[in-house]
């Protein structure tokens, strides 16, 4: 056995985003055992059940939290261990595109953005203009949001193999009549890939739930996926990729088929997907979450202009990410 020191800062955060994903899955399970306990409940009454439903509030519960936070602080330790070991390589001129391809970093993007080589760069399909797009002290990622231009001309290069956003798609499914490269769950899909996390599945409307919810905006993570629900005009809903951290319950996030116009092909263009749309949260008195989207003016399907501040999006619901 070799005394060696050092480390695959690729992997290490690729197993650091594990351990923050089992920790939101604690929660999850949390949330779903708060579910059986009320119900349980509704259907026991007396001493016998007090004490029972009394266990899972005042020892079993808490115990669990503790656990989802106590998993979920060891992989943001990885992930700053990572950081830092990413930042002194860069200083000392040695900064390996290996450490960086598809994999992402919680911290100021001032920071990251020295660190990243060109090589990296361009492994990692972004650039320092857009790595900036994340400000200091907010969630931000070494894998940038894509732009426009990379979505319809670029390469990626996710799990080691190049492939345009397109591809990609078709590649895991995402083809008519199923679905397309211009709908929002594609683009929700590609860009968990893009940042080593969990594929959703289902519609808009249901790929929170399919990766795990979270109950708190505080859990809320680059890469999170909010979902919106469907209504009679759009029975699939909607989702949306958040990208950062504007205040307690704000975030910027990313989508695709914010104009609706991907009803017959994909349409990929300015109007149709967005880096820009600012998400507000508030709470009901049942515990669940409000949305309200402010979206820049965008042209829908019938030549209408549609979007603005404060679009009621209804209850969303939200997964994990990265580490908040």
Request: net charge negative; aromatic share 4%.
């Amino acid at each position: 056995m070799t005394n060696m020191e050092g480390m695959n800062i690729g992997e290490v955060l690729h197993l650091a985003n594990q351990f923050i994903g089992r920790g939101s899955e604690l929660e999850t399970a949390v949330s779903a055992i708060d579910g059986i306990v009320n119900q349980i409940s509704m259907n026991w009454t007396g001493p016998d059940a007090t004490a029972f439903v009394g266990w899972w509030h005042s020892q079993h519960r808490p115990n669990l939290v503790n656990a989802a936070s106590a998993v979920q602080g060891l992989g943001q330790s990885a992930i700053n261990n990572a950081r830092q070991q990413e930042l002194a390589s860069s200083v000392q001129g040695s900064s390996s595109a290996l450490g960086l391809v598809g994999a992402a970093v919680v911290g100021s993007a001032v920071g990251v953005t020295a660190a990243v080589s060109s090589t990296a760069k361009a492994a990692a399909g972004g650039t320092v203009a857009a790595a900036a797009n994340s400000a200091p002290g907010s969630l931000g990622a070494v894998t940038p949001t894509p732009s426009l231009d990379q979505l319809t001309s670029g390469t990626f290069n996710i799990g080691g193999k190049e492939v345009t956003y397109s591809q990609w798609c078709a590649d895991h499914g995402y083809v008519p009549p199923k679905s397309d490269a211009g709908q929002c769950a594609a683009y929700a899909a590609f860009r968990r890939a893009q940042l080593g996390l969990t594929l959703p599945n289902g519609n808009g409307d249901s790929e929170a739930s399919s990766v795990g919810l979270v109950n708190s905006p505080s859990s809320i993570g680059v890469g999170s996926l909010v979902s919106v629900p469907g209504t009679n005009d759009n029975p699939y809903g909607h989702v949306m990729v958040v990208e950062q951290r504007l205040g307690s319950n704000e975030f910027r996030v990313s989508e695709m088929n914010a104009a609706g116009l991907s009803v017959n092909g994909p349409s990929i263009n300015a109007d149709n997907f967005r880096t820009d749309s600012i998400l507000k949260l508030s709470q009901n008195s049942n515990g669940s979450w409000n949305g309200a989207l402010d979206r820049s003016l965008v042209m829908s399907p019938t030549g209408v202009l549609q979007g603005g501040n404060n679009q009621p999006l209804g209850t969303v619901t939200f997964s994990g990410g990265l580490a908040p």
